[in-house]
């Protein structure tokens, strides 16, 4: 009987803790430490010396246990979104931390045909077996209803909105959201003003039914987070002459 409560007590011990709705601290200061901002408004990650440090490693794995221990249903809206973006974007730097591409995200491929890591099952969140896929079609966008939540997620690609230096939190969601959304808007991988209209990234067009499903409806999107000088250039020539994505990895190079 002793020997069996005492195994019950390690088992116990060895479970991770829950995370409370502050406790994204832990995320925001290993990004602080490898999220590298660039002078031209792109965030790189130092993905090489992140991987030589074991005991970092190790933060982001227990971080990442104690998101899946938490009984995330009972936690308020704005708690919910910042869980759900932060387990996305943290699984997605474990997955090149270990995997290590030389290029890109799409070389991690579980079968011969996938298209790339997405639809793997990683992580398990109050008994379910989700992967990256689940977290953000099944999840995010069908129930926030957001398009913001675009601007939320990391791909560990450069033609993708920032991973940032700091996680996501529920007190300042609304206005992280929209800064995140103005950073990519305003960039040349988000919109990119040509004489024949607009080169806009492909996020636009995979995702246009989160954008109004219509070319109209991603211009009236964009203009809110426009700076005045792209805002007059879109109402001035407000044509999407085509779309662009870079997936090439988003590592500081060696």
């Not at 070319?215 to 809110?224: R, S, T």
Request: glycine share 6%.
């Amino acid at each position: 009987m002793r020997s069996a409560t005492l195994v019950i007590i390690l088992a116990t011990l060895a479970m991770p803790e829950p995370l409370t709705a502050q406790d994204h601290a832990a995320f925001s200061t290993l990004l602080a430490d490898y999220v590298i901002p660039s002078s031209d408004g792109l965030n790189l990650v130092d993905y090489d010396r992140w991987r030589s440090y074991p005991d970092d490693r190790k933060a982001l794995d227990d971080y990442i246990a104690g998101l899946e221990a938490t009984a995330v249903s009972t936690l308020p809206r704005a708690e919910r979104f910042a869980f759900w973006a932060n387990l996305y974007n943290a699984v997605t730097v474990r997955l090149i931390l270990i995997e290590n591409p030389s290029r890109s995200i799409r070389q991690i491929r579980p079968h011969p045909f996938a298209f790339g890591p997405w639809g793997a099952k990683r992580v398990t969140v109050e008994g379910k077996r989700l992967s990256l896929d689940n977290i953000e079609h099944d999840i995010l966008r069908a129930t926030f209803n957001d398009p913001r939540v675009h601007y939320a997620l990391n791909c560990a690609s450069i033609g993708c909105p920032n991973l940032g230096t700091r996680a996501w939190e529920a007190a300042t969601l609304e206005e992280d959201l929209n800064s995140g959304a103005r950073a990519y808007v305003n960039h040349p991988r988000g919109v990119t003003v040509t004489k024949k209209g607009l080169r806009i990234s492909k996020i636009y067009k995979w995702f246009r039914e989160d954008f109004g499903d219509s070319a109209e409806g991603v211009i009236e999107h964009l203009i809110p987070y426009a700076n005045d000088e792209l805002k007059a250039a879109i109402r001035a020539n407000p044509r999407i002459d085509g779309h662009q994505y870079d997936w090439d990895l988003n590592r500081v190079e060696p």
